[in-house]
C-alpha cells in the first residue's frame, strides 16, 4: 500500500490530505522507488501557492528531490536491478512512500551510499554548483557572498567555494552565526548593512552574489559586485516575482542587468540534461569521498508532514529538511 500527499487546493491556504492507495506495477521503461528520503524545497510552497514559474495541475503530490532503492523494474529496464540505490530529481511526487519513476531520470548510487547524506545533492548541491561554475564562472581566488548562507542551498555553496578555493562570505540570522563560521564562511548579520558588514571584513566586492531572498537587495549588491561580477537569483520563497523575473530585472537593475542570472534547476535539467547529470555524478563521487558533508537540519516521518512544512517556513533552518517515509522510528 502506499501512502502519499495529494494537494487538492492552491492558492494562500492550500489544501492537502494524506492518502493510500495501491501501488501500480511499473510501466516496461519504469523502475518502482522505495522512497527513503525526500527533500522539502521552497518551490513546493510555490507550486502550493499556485505560484510556481510552471503549471502545477492540480490535484498534484509535492516533493522536487528523492533518494531510495529499487524495488521492482519494468520489463524493458536492464541496467538497474532490484537492490539499487538511486537518486532523482522528481519536481513533483516525492512525498510518498513509493514512486514509478522512467529509468532514464534516475540516477545510480554507489551500493555503500548513505542515502541520507546523498538526499541534499539532487537539487541543492547542483543548484550550487551550477550557479559557481556554469552561471558564474567562479575560480580559485574569487570572493563570494552568500544570501542565507545557513540554508540547504547556503551550506552547499559554503562547502563547494571551501572545497574549489573560494572565499565565501554568508548572511544569516545571529543564532546562524555560528553554524555560518563554523563552516568556513566569514559572516554579516542580516541585521547590518552589506557595505558596513565588508567594511570590517576588509572586503571591497565580491565576484559573485547568489541570493535567493529577494529584489529588496538586488541594488545593493550591485554596488559590492565586481565589474565582471555576477548576481544569480534563484529559489524565490515567493513566486510572484519569479514568474515575472525576467522582465523585472530589465525594469529594476537597467544598464547593470546582463550582469544578472536567475537560475532555475528544471529549465537547466531540461535544457541541458547531459550536463545535469555529469554534475550529479561530479557532486555524488566528492560526497562519497567525504568532500563534502551535506548539512542535515531535521527529518521527518511523512505522516508528520504538517508539522514538516511548518518547520520549513520558519526563519532559522540550518542545512536540509527532509522526510522519511519509510522510517519505522
Known amino acids: 500500500m502506499n501512502e ?3 494537494v487538492t487546493h492552491t492558492g494562500d491556504t492550500p489544501r492537502w490530505q494524506m492518502i493510500q492507495e495501491e501501488m501500480k506495477t511499473p510501466a516496461e521503461d519504469e523502475v ?15 507550486m502550493m501557492r499556485g505560484k510556481y514559474p510552471k503549471e502545477t495541475k492540480v490535484p ?10 529499487v524495488i521492482a523494474c519494468g520489463s524493458h529496464v536492464l541496467d538497474i536491478s532490484i537492490g539499487t540505490k538511486v537518486a532523482a530529481l522528481t519536481e513533483t511526487g516525492g512525498y510518498t512512500t513509493y514512486i514509478n519513476l522512467p529509468v532514464e531520470e534516475v540516477i545510480v548510487l554507489p551500493d555503500d551510499s548513505d542515502l541520507q547524506k546523498m538526499s541534499p545533492l539532487m537539487l541543492n548541491y547542483v543548484t550550487a554548483y551550477q550557479m559557481m561554475f556554469r552561471k558564474a564562472e567562479l575560480k580559485a581566488g574569487d570572493q563570494t557572498l ?9 551550506t552547499a555553496l559554503i562547502q563547494l567555494c571551501n ?10 540570522s545571529p543564532e546562524q552565526k555560528e553554524t555560518i563560521e563554523a563552516m568556513g564562511a566569514d559572516y554579516i548579520s542580516y541585521e547590518a548593512s552589506l557595505k558596513h558588514g565588508f567594511k570590517q571584513l576588509y572586503v571591497s566586492g565580491v565576484d559573485a552574489v547568489f541570493d535567493h531572498v529577494g529584489s529588496k537587495n538586488w541594488k545593493k549588491e550591485l ?29 529594476k537593475l537597467g544598464s547593470r542587468r546582463d ?66 517515509p519509510n522510517s519505522e522510528s
Open 223 to 251: 554596488e559590492i559586485l565586481e565589474e565582471d561580477g555576477r548576481l544569480i537569483i534563484f529559489g524565490f520563497r515567493h513566486g510572484s516575482l519569479a514568474t515575472n523575473i525576467l522582465s523585472y530585472i530589465r525594469l
Open 32 to 46: 518502482q522507488i522505495r522512497v527513503a528520503y525526500a527533500g522539502i524545497a521552497n518551490a513546493d510552497f510555490m
Open 60 to 69: 498534484f503530490t509535492p516533493g522536487y528531490d528523492i533518494t531510495g532503492e
Open 259 to 324: 550582469q544578472v542570472t536567475y537560475y532555475f534547476i528544471a529549465k537547466e535539467k531540461s535544457e541541458a540534461p547531459e550536463t545535469f547529470y555529469h554534475d550529479v555524478k561530479k557532486l555524488s563521487e566528492l560526497q562519497h569521498r567525504g568532500a563534502i558533508d551535506p548539512v542535515i537540519d531535521r527529518i521527518y516521518k511523512l505522516q508528520n508532514i504538517g508539522q514538516a512544512l511548518d518547520y520549513f517556513q520558519k526563519h532559522g533552518k540550518q542545512g536540509k529538511v527532509l522526510l522519511a
Open 146 to 154: 552568500i544570501q542565507g548562507a545557513a540554508g540547504g542551498v547556503g
Open 4 to 6: 502519499r500527499m495529494l
Open 163 to 172: 572545497y574549489y578555493n573560494i572565499q565565501p562570505i554568508g548572511t544569516g
